[in-house]
T-cell receptor, first 112, second 115 residues
């Protein structure tokens, strides 16, 4: 798995857009970028996965520049309930049965 | 929406005792996992299980640990002789088969406290 670097923590306010950037300078050609969210005392939850350009779902958007050495998770109009730790994972997923390796993540605090 | 369930939510045990943590994965999933998270630390992979056998395990998953799918719905993690350092949240996860993906569904966890 490619090494990833994320900010340790971020603060935001309700209603703002939050962008969390992950650096992965050694990303390999076949690697995908995946983001998970973990609320306190809960299991991680898959948010989004992408390979290049932009991916959007009902929860977030993932922006990946052409060189793929970084990616940005964008959360539109955050609420207090978006306070969580966000993890960036980079690697080549198999059809199934993947071992996930979590780093320290980014602790997002949303304030009223 | 289908979800992974785990029991118990909290288990307290004495050092040296055996514990069994139980999980019910999502019914049509074929791959099952255990992870753990020591308080304040990273989520760590323990083991993956497919077709009634271990497909991958980490160095944490030593001879004190074992996994089993005793029937068509449950997936268990057994720790034979617990140590203080086994105190952690234990998460079960499952995933289906299909397009290559890191998408796994995690349960709410079992908090294991070894005293």
């Amino acid at each position: 798995l490619a090494k990833t670097t994320q900010p340790i923590s971020m603060d935001s306010y309700e209603g703002q857009e939050v962008n969390i950037t992950c650096s992965h300078n050694n990303i390999a050609t076949n690697d995908y970028i995946t983001w998970y969210q973990q609320f306190p005392s809960q299991g991680p939850r898959f948010i989004i996965q992408g390979y290049k350009t932009k991916v959007t779902n009902e929860v977030a958007s993932l922006f990946i520049p052409a060189d793929r050495k970084s990616s940005t998770l964008s959360l539109p109009r955050v609420s207090l309930s978006d306070t969580a730790v966000y993890y960036c994972l980079v690697g080549v997923p198999r059809g199934a049965g993947n071992m996930l390796t979590f780093g320290g993540g980014t602790r997002l605090m949303v304030k009223p | 929406e289908p979800e992974v369930t785990q029991t118990p939510s909290h288990q307290v045990t004495q050092m040296g005792q055996e514990v069994i943590l139980r999980c019910v994965p999502i019914s049509n999933h074929l791959y099952f996992y255990w992870y753990r998270q020591i308080l304040g630390q990273k989520v760590e992979f323990l083991v993956s299980f497919y077709n009634n056998e271990i497909s991958e395990k980490s160095e944490i998953f030593d001879d004190q640990f074992s996994v089993e799918r005793p029937d068509g719905s449950n997936f268990t993690l057994k720790i034979r002789s617990t140590k203080l350092e086994d105190s952690a949240m234990y998460f079960c996860a499952s995933s289906g088969q299909g397009q290559p993906s890191y998408e796994q569904y995690f349960g709410p966890g079992t908090r294991l406290t070894v005293t």
